[in-house]
Nanobody, 126 residues
Framework: VQLQASGGGLVQAGGSLRLSCAAS????????VGWFRQAPGKEREFVIS????????NYGDSVKGRFTISRDNAKNTVYLQMNSLKPEDTAVYYC????????????????????WGQGTQVTVSS
């Protein structure tokens, strides 16, 4: 699976951005997709994930109530809608895919994912 993240940019605190993760190389409906982020000097952090069907989502504590995830399997794309952005949301955001058909473990761990996109920078100014 090849993943391409896009949509990052500079936004003021309180604003919104929508990131996209476009996939190719595999039937998109067979992969679970997650988003992670990494701020300078910090470890990569789980943000959010969505199941193959889109029915199940998992949220990182720091984004609950502000970020949502959705997917359009017909377009092979997952969307990360980020609202009420804070300066601490500033990071490089990465999308990742889990292609294991019987995976039942946590989707918040980096080790759950087999494929990673290149990242897109999100900067939130105060």
């Amino acid at each position: 699976v090849q993943l391409q993240a896009s949509g990052g940019g500079l936004v003021q605190a309180g604003g919104s951005l929508r990131l996209s993760c476009a996939a190719s190389g595999r039937t998109f409906s067979t992969v679970t997709v997650g988003w992670f982020r990494q701020a300078p000097g910090k470890e990569r952090e789980f943000v959010i994930s969505v199941s193959r069907s889109g029915a199940t989502t998992n949220y990182g504590d720091s984004v609950k109530g502000r970020f949502t995830i959705s997917r359009d399997n017909a377009k092979n794309t997952v969307y990360l809608q980020m609202n009420s952005l804070k300066p601490e949301d500033t990071a490089v955001y990465y999308c990742a895919a889990n292609s294991r058909p019987y995976y039942s473990g946590s989707t918040s761990q980096e080790t759950a994912y087999d494929f990673w996109g290149q990242g897109t920078q999100v900067t939130v100014s105060s």
